[in-house]
């Protein structure tokens, strides 16, 4: 079962993805894709360690995703990414390709077994950045976004801490 998990900034996206994880009665692994490059990341990092349980597995991997993936799933386990835009983002900056990090990680998704819980950012409702690295961070989270989704089992965008399935069945 693929989940993926959308929407904007404090939308609850983490918190939904956690309590699912939790729920599932899974061995927990979660792959933590953000790199505390200044202290407000630092302190939003500290925040979800802080809410996850002692009994989780925390990887954390900013570029190998699909190395990771590959690694750690399997059945009776239940894989919490968080988050896919970060992931993009670590990419872009490093220059990376990004289709085929993209198609590697829709390749691997499909292998894949036991549980995966994917959590992004949707970033494509607003305005178009006037920046080409953002313009261009848009584009790569939407096409990102549009191959997760086709792969998943479940979509769900959240809103003000409300799911909206949008793929699969209602949880």
């Known amino acids: ?36 490059r200044d202290a407000e990341m630092r302190a939003r990092l500290a925040s979800h360690r802080a809410r996850r349980p002692a009994h989780w597995h925390t990887i954390e991997e900013p570029r190998a995703l699909v190395r990771a993936i590959r690694e750690q799933q399997g059945p009776g386990r239940c894989l919490l990414v968080d988050c896919l835009t970060l992931w993009i983002t670590n990419q872009l900056l490093a220059g990376a390709d990004i289709r085929a990090e993209r198609d590697a990680l829709v390749a691997e998704l499909a292998r894949a077994r036991g549980e995966i819980i994917l959590v992004s950012n949707e970033t494509g409702m607003g305005v178009v950045p006037l920046g080409e690295l953002s313009r261009r961070f848009v584009d790569e989270s939407g096409w990102l976004h549009q191959a997760v989704a086709a792969q998943a089992d479940q979509v769900v965008l959240m809103v003000a801490g409300l799911p909206l399935v949008v793929k699969g069945d209602r949880v």
């Not at 404090?10 to 927990?28: F, M, P």
């Open 1 to 36: 079962m693929i989940r993926f998990i959308t929407g904007g900034a404090r939308s609850g996206k983490s918190r939904r993805a956690e309590q699912l994880a939790e729920d599932s009665g899974l061995e927990v692994v979660y792959i933590a894709t953000a790199e505390a």
